[in-house]
């Protein structure tokens, strides 16, 4: 359990760094929140694998699918915070 815990940190905080480049968002972002995009977006990718699929769960996070699974995740993540934080602010 501690291992697995481990091991998402460490796959989120690589996914949610490459998720972050991806989406052009790396200068503005630092480590804290390049794992935590990671890890979220993987925890929501997995729960919607897990819906679809009637209870499959997420991959191990050293897998390859687990790996795409948290970038994917990370880079919904990182454009639903830009788009909420881009609807607060008005033209003039």
């Known amino acids: 359990m501690l291992w ?3 091991s998402w940190i460490i796959v989120g905080g690589i996914a949610g760094w490459i998720a972050s480049m ?3 968002r790396n200068a ?3 480590f804290v929140a390049n794992v ?3 890890i979220v977006g993987a925890f ?3 729960l919607i694998v897990s819906l679809i699929t009637g209870g499959g769960g997420m991959p191990e996070a050293f897998s390859l ?3 795409i699974a ?3 995740g990370a880079c919904l993540l990182i454009w639903v915070v830009a788009a909420v934080k881009g609807r607060g602010r ?3």
């Open 44 to 46: 929501v990718v997995g």
């Open 22 to 24: 991806i989406m052009g």
């Open 90 to 92: 008005t033209k003039v």
């Open 4 to 6: 697995s815990i481990i």
């Open 70 to 72: 948290a970038i994917i």
């Open 28 to 30: 503005q972002m630092g």
């Open 65 to 67: 699918w687990g790996f």
């Open 36 to 38: 935590a995009a990671g």
